[in-house]
């Protein structure tokens, strides 16, 4: 209990400082027009943000037990731009892949629930940093309000525009969600440890940056100790995270502005899941 609450403040109050900063500093880029001036702001502001992402590292390495298991990491360019897709386990994948990246990759952006931008400070510091957000509509909802479909992919596509001037490297949850059984057993996902990925934003990402990347890179994240939580990670419980990595070739027609078939686009995704599944079925990986 007594390493839970230390760890969690001291991240707050890490989070509170850098934050803080990239809040204060990054008010003035709303009223900055798209120049070199904007753009070198927006690397002073992503400078702060690997600054957090470092004191965070620290923290955990002083109070944790954690043994990070990584392998396949073989980018080492700040000013490269890369695309990541990985599965989605628990909170703490966040940190996990901050982690295995920092100074390797640029400061990554994840897409985001658009909720989280109403985060204390953490939240607004996210939008400043330019994250895409996505806003998840229901079916009903959609049948009520037509208009509003599609209408956050076209937004993550324009903010992935934006990222081709800078160095970025952005991470999407394929999945959409943290993985559970409950939530397995209610899509009929095909996979064992994986629920079904959704495509729309990666096809708007690879289609909107195309040409500009440097790798596409799937990560595998898993808990050998079974599901874990936020909480299992600062108390000290888990002790072992396992990141495996690699560099996947996408196929070219699907850099393009069109983005290429959806359909075939669609089942080019479904064969890298199933093989981050039988990846994750071999036991190296989870019990």
Known sequence: MLRGASVILLVFLNTLF???LVLLLGFPKLFMPRSELRRRWILMLAWLGER?????DRIFDLLLPVQWDAEGIDVDDPRGHYLIVSNHVS???IFAIFRVFHRRAAFIRFFLKSQLVWFPIAGQACAALEFPFMRRYSPDYLARHPE????????????????????????IFLEGTRFTREKQENQESPYRHLLRPRVGALGFALAALGDQLD??????????????????????RLRRVRVRVRRLEVPEEFLTESGGDREAFKR???AVWRE?????DRGTLVP
Do not use: H
């Open 18 to 20: 850098w934050g803080g």
């Open 52 to 56: 957090w992402v470092g004191v965070n």
């Open 91 to 93: 909170w703490v994948d």
């Open 148 to 171: 509003k479909r599609g209408r956050d992919l076209v937004m993550a596509r324009r903010m992935c525009r934006r990222y081709r001037r800078v160095p970025v490297a952005v991470a």
């Open 215 to 236: 790798a596409v890179l799937d990560v595998t994240l898993a808990y050998p100790e079974g599901q874990t939580s936020m909480w299992d990670f600062v108390s000290g």
């Open 268 to 270: 080019w995704i479904e």
């Open 276 to 280: 981050k599944d039988v990846l994750l």
